[in-house]
């Protein structure tokens, strides 16, 4: 059972490799650049790393597509820095998680090469092959990043599936052997002392393409326990799986407290609400509050002792936080910190993006400036399909996964500390005013407030294991709520806007103190100011 998992009561801090930390000057971050800013995440408290991939890949979709499941990428080092990484981190209790990109591999992986090669080779049945004629493929599935989802291979004149990019072919879950071979590579990584895994587009691995099915596929979770059986269960791991098709009835199935398949899924339901029903999420709509806190509430009441939640605003593939929900302007500071206390107060293991501990924000570059294949493939698109360039920019300076990967900002020299060399990608120029030197030692930081509510979640167990009750749930601009368990009431109340409003919810006792605010002053009479948050603790 996963009652006592040590992943319950952690942290863990994501890190974009190529965006973190550069120490060979190539402008590009690597593995030694992360070992040598572990004493900074040892100071904010997390528990464990997940790392976005860093394995051998022609790195088309920055590492998402792996050539070599068994070897690092010499851009971010080798087999021997990467063993070095996990004793090092270890020393600090930190433990390393590997992301394990499964659905597909690159176009120029070994078994890729043999496939493609006869419909008779022994790798072809490794990946989705389907007959048609040069011009007419199979169907008009389309493909995540653009395009059709079915590229034809004139040598063996058969087309081959891929939900993503061209050079991302999907992999036959189908193929037993191939499942075989997943598992003798991941029980490898497991040797070697990896703390768990990220698995990504883990709901897509069951396509039925003939059946038009990409996610939820009807093999699905037969897979998973398979894989988890063969791998996970032999050791203490964390294992998170990526699932944009999450409801809280398949992730009670994916977190079951048996343990028979993963400990926990990312889902996206509070993160697709600010786009136009049945559209992309380049299809800007605004921020509907009170369905916000629908999502958030069911997730929570839903999987309380069923299942386990991820708490995430950021990652490597989303817009910054305080741009799209807060105020990256004048009430950066505030809104940054309203949002990391309105998350850390829930139940299940919080997620850090790299950065976002600083409230790092949105970029909004020229077209020239953006690297991601999604972003510059839709640009192209979009513009074909007779969209004004403003409104894609728009929709981009929203949206595009590279608000997510401009480089860390670590101190206001030379590139913000990321590299001596020439980054990458452009930095973001606020790195003068946002920066991690600058906040590292003020106790009124954004940093700092994250570092506090890492330490509560240690500290007090109604964190981990107290129930949720949404309070004002109605209320146009309040989000607070009330966790409990045996002993301890946890009361959490932020004000979502830069407007002031009057609380109707007063305190519930005079036994509870402050645990923590984003303002210095505490008005008593409940008026909340723009974006303040505060939580309470009290004894029962
Ligand atoms: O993301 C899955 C995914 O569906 C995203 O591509 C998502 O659709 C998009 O970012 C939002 O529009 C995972 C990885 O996190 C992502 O970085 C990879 O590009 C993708 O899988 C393919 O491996
Ligand atoms: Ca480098």
Redesign the pocket.
Known sequence: MNDNKWWKSAVIYQIYPRSFADSNHDGIGDLQGIISKLDYLENLGIDAVWL?PVCKSPQD??G??ISDYQDIDPMFGTLEDMDELIKEAGKRNIRIIM?L?L??SSDEHYWFKEAKKSRENPYHDYYVWRDGAEGTPPNDMRA??GGSAWEWVPEIKQYYFH???VK?PDLNWENPKLRKEIYTMINWWIEKGVGGFRL??ID?IAKEPDKRITNNGPRLHEFLRELSKETFQKADLVTVG?A?GATTELAKLYSNPDNSELSMVFQFEHICLDQLEGK???DLAPLPFLRLKEVFGRWQEELFEKGWNSLFWN????PRIVSRWGNDGKYRVESAKMLAILLHGMQGTPYIYQGEELGMTNAAYEIEEYRD??TLNLYKERLENGYAKEEVMRSIHA?S?DNARTPMQWNDEKNAGFTEGTPWIKLNPNYKEINAAKQVNDRNSIFSCYKELIRFRKQYPVFVRGNFQMLLANHESIFAYIREDDQTQLLVICNFYDQTVDCPYKMPGEDMRLLISNYKDTDQNFILRPYEARMYLGEK
Not at 315 to 318: C, E, T
């Open positions: 976005s979709d920055n998402y597509d992301d990109v659905n597909h995540a990043f939900q993503f990019a991302q990504d587009v897509q990526e944009w992309e999420k380049w990652n490597h593939d989303l294949i999604e949206k996964r």
